[in-house]
C-alpha cells in the first residue's frame, strides 16, 4: 500500500509503481527474446549471407544445428535478452512519465499517446543501442571472432573507442522516430 497524507491507496493496473513498470515490462522482453531467438538467428544470417542455396529458412537452421550445434540458434541471445528486457523496461517507465508530464503540461490530446511513445522509444533505443550492435556481431559470425559479450565490449573500445558502439544508430533512430 501507498500512503498519501491520510488517504491509503492500492497498487492497482490503474496506479502501477514505477518499479512495476519497469519489471512488466523488463519480463516482457525477456519472454519474448527468448521464444523468437532462433528465429531472429535465421533472419539475421539471411540477411548477411548470399547465394540462392541459402533461401530457405529450415536449411539455415539445419546447417547451423549441423555445423555449429543446437545452442547456436540462441547466439548472441545474451546480449539481445539484455536489449529486449532493457528496451522494454525503459520504454515502459518512460512512457508512463512522459505520459504523466505531457498531460500535466499540454492536458491531454490525441497526441499524446504517439508523442509519449515516440520518445519513450527514443530512450530506449539508445540506452540499449550498443547491446543490439554486439548481438548482431555475434549472430554473424559462424567462426567466433569475439568469445561472448565481455570480449566484444572490449573489441568495440579498443578498435573504435566509445563512438564504435554506436555504428548504425542514427538509422535506428530514425526507424524509431
Given at each position: 500500500r501507498r500512503v498519501h497524507g491520510e488517504k491509503h491507496t492500492r497498487?492497482?493496473?490503474?496506479?502501477?509503481?514505477?518499479?512495476?513498470?519497469?519489471?512488466?515490462?523488463?519480463?516482457?522482453g525477456f519472454v519474448a527474446r527468448n521464444v523468437v531467438a532462433p528465429l531472429d538467428l535465421l533472419k539475421i544470417r539471411s540477411q548477411v549471407v548470399t547465394g540462392p542455396h541459402l533461401a530457405r529458412s529450415f536449411e539455415l537452421?539445419?546447417?547451423?544445428?549441423?555445423?555449429?550445434?543446437?545452442?547456436?540458434l540462441w547466439?548472441?541471445?545474451?546480449?539481445?535478452?539484455?536489449?529486449?528486457?532493457?528496451?522494454?523496461?525503459?520504454s515502459f517507465y518512460c512512457h508512463d512519465k512522459f505520459l504523466e508530464i505531457w498531460?500535466?503540461?499540454?492536458?491531454?490530446?490525441?497526441?499524446?499517446?504517439?508523442?509519449?511513445?515516440a520518445g519513450a522509444a527514443a530512450?530506449?533505443?539508445v540506452g540499449t543501442y550498443p547491446l543490439d550492435l554486439i548481438r548482431t556481431?555475434?549472430?554473424?559470425?559462424?567462426?567466433?571472432?569475439?568469445?561472448?559479450?565481455?570480449?566484444?565490449?572490449?573489441?568495440?573500445?579498443?578498435?573504435?573507442?566509445?563512438v564504435g558502439f554506436y555504428a548504425?544508430?542514427?538509422?535506428?533512430?530514425?526507424?524509431?522516430?
Open positions: 497498487m492497482t493496473a490503474q496506479n502501477p509503481t514505477t518499479a512495476s513498470t519497469f519489471v512488466c515490462g523488463a519480463v516482457a537452421m539445419k546447417r547451423a544445428v549441423k555445423n555449429e550445434g543446437y545452442l547456436s547466439k548472441g541471445n545474451w546480449p539481445a535478452i539484455l536489449l529486449n528486457t532493457g528496451f522494454s523496461g525503459i498531460k500535466q503540461t499540454y492536458g491531454p490530446s490525441m497526441f499524446d499517446e504517439f508523442c509519449c511513445g530512450v530506449a533505443t556481431r555475434l549472430a554473424t559470425q559462424t567462426v567466433r571472432i569475439d568469445h561472448g559479450l565481455r570480449n566484444s565490449f572490449k573489441h568495440i573500445i579498443a578498435r573504435d573507442g566509445f548504425g544508430q542514427r538509422c535506428d533512430m530514425i526507424s524509431v522516430l
